[in-house]
T-cell receptor
Framework: DSGVTQTPKHLITATGQRVTLRCSPR?????VYWYQQSLDQGLQFLIQYYNGEERAKGNILERFSAQQFPDLHSELNLSSLELGDSALYFCASSLRPGRGLTQETQYFGPGTRLLVL | LAKTTQPISMDSYEGQEVNITCSHNNIATNDYITWYQQFPSQGPRFIIQGYKTKVTNEVASLFIPADRKSSTLSLPRVSLSDTAVYYCLVGDISGGYNKLIFGAGTRLAVHP
């Protein structure tokens, strides 16, 4: 158990809908990351927050948005869902961003499996 | 644009040493190289991290040449439980914004 929690575990929805995925980082961690992993695909970095501020951004679609709240939990909002958005969405946390982008060890949650029908 | 390249898959037998290499030609100057392990339907788990030369911990070693354009994860005496996908992670600061690049992953199968 990494200490990172994600809800819900599974989500089934229809095309065009909007969903919100929630992540609670490990106690004491200030940085949160979001990743998308499609079937048989690698991990695609979406976005990173540190203490409420956006720090790094990957290939995140404009239909997707995220934020980190004062209590440090984070939400990833996916709107106008398409079939291709079906994937496993992981949240990870680290103590702080570190000197470089990857210096800090990331602890991953169990993921939210999204199925768009 | 930083891009990482890893072998898609590897096979090994219990007790053997496994070396997985990741190439990352455009790694950011001040960034580290990190390797993660992932089992099916689970989140990735940290294995090892380094900046240059060699790093060793209780589960693996990481070799990084002076030019830092590649790195090699070494798993000594693998067991069946090491069957998993292994990813290297580097940072990229090109294009005016920062992002993290995971390799496509190497699927390691350990056989009895």
């Amino acid at each position: 158990d990494s200490g990172v929690t994600q809800t819900p575990k599974h989500l089934i929805t229809a095309t065009g809908q909007r969903v919100t995925l929630r992540c609670s980082p490990r106690s004491g961690d200030l940085s949160v990351y979001w990743y998308q992993q499609s079937l048989d695909q690698g991990l695609q970095f979406l976005i990173q927050y540190y203490n409420g501020e956006e720090r790094a951004k990957g290939n995140i679609l404009e239909r997707f948005s995220a934020q980190q709240f004062p209590d440090l939990h984070s939400e990833l909002n996916l709107s106008s869902l398409e079939l291709g958005d079906s994937a496993l969405y992981f949240c990870a946390s680290s103590l702080r961003p570190g000197r470089g982008l990857t210096q800090e060890t990331q602890y991953f949650g169990p993921g939210t499996r999204l199925l768009v029908l | 644009l930083a891009k990482t390249t890893q072998p898609i898959s590897m096979d090994s037998y219990e007790g053997q040493e496994v070396n997985i290499t990741c190439s990352h030609n455009n790694i950011a100057t001040n960034d580290y190289i990190t390797w993660y392990q992932q089992f099916p339907s689970q989140g990735p788990r940290f294995i090892i991290q380094g900046y240059k030369t060699k790093v060793t911990n209780e589960v693996a070693s990481l070799f990084i040449p002076a030019d830092r354009k590649s790195s090699t994860l070494s798993l000594p005496r693998v067991s069946l439980s090491d069957t998993a996908v292994y990813y290297c992670l580097v940072g990229d600061i090109s294009g005016g914004y920062n992002k993290l690049i995971f390799g496509a992953g190497t699927r390691l199968a350990v056989h009895p």
